[in-house]
Antibody
Framework: EVQLVVSGGGLVRPGRSLRLSCTAS????????MNWVRQAPGKGLEWVSG????????GHADSVKGRFTISRDNSKNTVYLQMNSLKAEDTALYYC??????????????WGQGTLVSVSS | IQLTQSPSFLSASVGDRVTMTCRAS??????FAWYQQEPGKAPKLLIS???TLQSGVPSRFSGSGSGTEFTLTISSLQPEDVATYYC?????????FGGGTKVEIK
């Protein structure tokens, strides 16, 4: 059974940094792309970042480009989202989502439970 | 690529046929998906490649479309289908979602 356990959320002041982690089990982790998707309170879904199974290909939404970095450690079955220069508008529930294949353009066939990031002074 | 979903809200009776639409700002391939998000839960993949039903998803759900217009149909609405439905394009970065269609039972 696939499981995605997300951690690292919390309350942080504007301009500070936070790192989210998503640890997977029940799958051959390196065979699948991974993504981060966020949802601001009462709002819709926004794709944040994605990374291929090998880590060779990544992508970021324009709203976070230059501030957020996605990476993965396949030996630890974990994908990370390093978030720097946080802004109030980054406040959201952050989901980790598994791609259906190694292709970064595959649909997200499994989602973790989400972790809340609140950016406020 | 911008995705515009319509309607944003839909109220229908149990057993009704329900259709929602997602329009893309430019032509995309079949790298297109639909997700269901029940209140308080993580999204769930319903349909990939525009029309491929995921394993375990009831057959009353179906997807169709190509180019710039895609549709999700629920052939007979059930109480457990109360949720918000999102479309997503996976044709090119940055990946984008539509604004969602919230479905309720009348």
């Amino acid at each position: 059974e696939v499981q995605l356990v997300v951690s690292g959320g919390g309350l942080v002041r504007p301009g500070r940094s936070l790192r989210l982690s998503c640890t997977a089990s029940g799958l051959t982790f390196s065979n699948f792309a991974m993504n981060w998707v966020r949802q601001a309170p009462g709002k819709g879904l926004e794709w944040v970042s994605g990374i291929s199974g090998s880590g060779a290909s990544t992508g970021h939404a324009d709203s976070v480009k230059g501030r957020f970095t996605i990476s993965r450690d396949n030996s630890k079955n974990t994908v990370y989202l390093q978030m720097n220069s946080l802004k109030a508008e980054d406040t959201a529930l952050y989901y980790c989502a598994k791609g259906a294949d190694d292709d970064i353009f595959d649909a997200f066939d499994f989602w973790g439970q989400g972790t809340l990031v609140s950016v406020s002074s | 690529i911008q995705l515009t979903q319509s309607p944003s809200f839909l109220s229908a009776s149990v057993g009704d046929r329900v259709t929602m639409t997602c329009r893309a700002s430019q032509t995309i391939s079949s790298y297109f998906a639909w997700y269901q998000q029940e209140p308080g839960k993580a999204p769930k993949l319903l349909i990939s490649s525009a029309s491929t039903l995921q394993s375990g998803v009831p057959s009353r759900f179906s997807g169709s479309g190509s180019g710039t217009e895609f549709t999700l149909t629920i052939s007979s609405l059930q109480p457990e289908d109360v949720a918000t439905y999102y479309c997503q394009q996976l044709n090119s970065y940055p990946l984008t979602f539509g604004g969602g269609t919230k479905v309720e039972i009348k």
